[in-house]
């Protein structure tokens, strides 16, 4: 199993500005994922958090709108950028196993707020 | 992008009452995953089926996975008020990434 620690729990911030959130993980992993939960939604996967290279983007989620930074096997960040009411959401950390059948590991999620 | 619909949506029941909640997805996958999260917070594992396993238990928890329909069921027996959350499926594929359905509120009454 994985502990995983992020950090701001919660955050109120003004449009426009930016935020960045931390992911710690307490064992070295490979895979690190950040997902993007809207008010009410399922969670959507933003990117996969790769060390050593750039993050790997889903559909509809850029680098300049959501830079990754991934500078070792336990820790990543996720910035949200240039804030807008629509980016209120849950923000979540999750690490993966080894392997193809393998449970996740999700942290305890950014609230956040953007007025 | 979303993998499929759960149903119900919503799911009332009675403390002791069995709840059920199904998932439907739309890809090949290497295993399936059902997740509970409380109050908006980190998502809780329950239970990983292969692709090529029928049915799974883990306690109170029963999942059956049916690749010919893309369709698994939760089932909780003996459902408790802590039971009262969201549940979610997911679809693990390649690289390990997670597809999510909508989810399905549970709300177990005492």
């Known amino acids: 199993s994985a502990v995983i620690s992020q950090k701001p729990s919660r955050d109120i911030c003004q ?3 930016s935020l960045t959130i931390q992911c710690q993980v ?17 969670l959507t996967l933003i990117a996969t958090a790769n060390q050593g290279s750039e993050a790997t983007y889903e559909s509809g989620f ?26 209120s959401s849950i923000y979540l950390c999750s690490v ?9 590991f999700f942290g305890q999620g950014t609230r956040l707020t953007v007025v | 992008s979303q993998q499929g619909e759960e149903d119900p949506q919503a799911l009332s029941i009675q403390e002791g009452e069995n ?15 059902w997740y509970r999260q409380n109050s908006g917070r980190g998502l809780v594992h329950l239970i990983l089926i292969r692709s090529n396993e029928r049915e799974k ?10 690749t010919s329909k893309k369709s698994s069921s939760l089932l ?9 959350a969201s549940y979610f ?22």
């Open chain 1, 15 to 17: 449009r426009g500005t």
């Open chain 1, 26 to 42: 307490d064992s070295q992993v490979t895979m690190m994922f950040w997902y993007r939960q809207q008010p009410g939604q399922s």
């Open chain 1, 62 to 87: 850029v680098i300049d709108k959501f830079p990754i930074s991934r500078p070792n096997l336990t820790f990543s960040t996720l910035t949200v950028s240039n804030m807008s009411p629509e980016d």
């Open chain 1, 96 to 104: 993966s196993g080894i392997g193809a059948n393998t449970e996740a």
């Open chain 2, 19 to 33: 709840a059920t909640m199904n998932c439907s997805y739309k890809t090949s996958i290497n295993n399936l995953q």
């Open chain 2, 57 to 66: 238990h883990s306690g109170r928890l029963r999942v059956t996975l049916d």
């Open chain 2, 76 to 84: 909780i027996t003996a459902s408790r008020a802590a039971d009262t």
């Open chain 2, 89 to 110: 499926c997911a679809t693990g594929e390649y690289g390990n990434k997670l597809v999510f359905g909508a989810g399905t509120i549970l709300r177990v009454k005492s």
